[in-house]
């Protein structure tokens, strides 16, 4: 996997194989807490002014999304809380995340930080 900054359209995705449906995002399915994750895809999302970042966490076994927002006040794409700009975030990267749950009870991105290391292909591949 590359180590691209570029956030795709779903139909670009879609276009080099990438599948967004092997990924979990409801609550419940998205695992919760701090994880070591692979960034495979980011995408622009459909509807709202976000980027739907696409993780692979092996060591729970899950593929899971979560949207980085439109932030007016950091003028980017912000994981708030540790001010980390979603646009220059390279895919094929380990990072470090805390996921939880909105007010509404929805799975957030509430830290992120790295690219820790780049991630071999075989070894970012789940069964």
């Known amino acids: 996997m590359s180590a691209s900054i570029a956030v795709l359209t779903y139909r670009a995705a879609k276009a080099q194989g990438f599948d967004a449906r092997l990924y979990a995002y409801r609550s419940g399915e998205v695992p919760i807490g701090k994880l070591l994750v692979i960034l495979d895809r980011k995408i622009w999302g459909r509807g709202v002014m976000g980027i739907g970042c696409y993780f692979t966490a092996e060591s729970v076994g899950k ?21 980390m700009n979603l646009l220059s975030c390279p895919i094929g990267r380990i990072y470090t995340v805390e996921t939880g749950e909105n007010s509404r009870g929805n799975p957030t991105l509430l830290t992120m930080a790295g690219p820790l290391a780049p991630v071999d292909e075989k070894q970012g591949e789940l069964p």
């Open 63 to 83: 593929r899971f999304m979560l949207t980085a927002y439109w932030e007016p006040r950091a003028n980017g794409y912000v994981v708030w809380s540790s001010g």
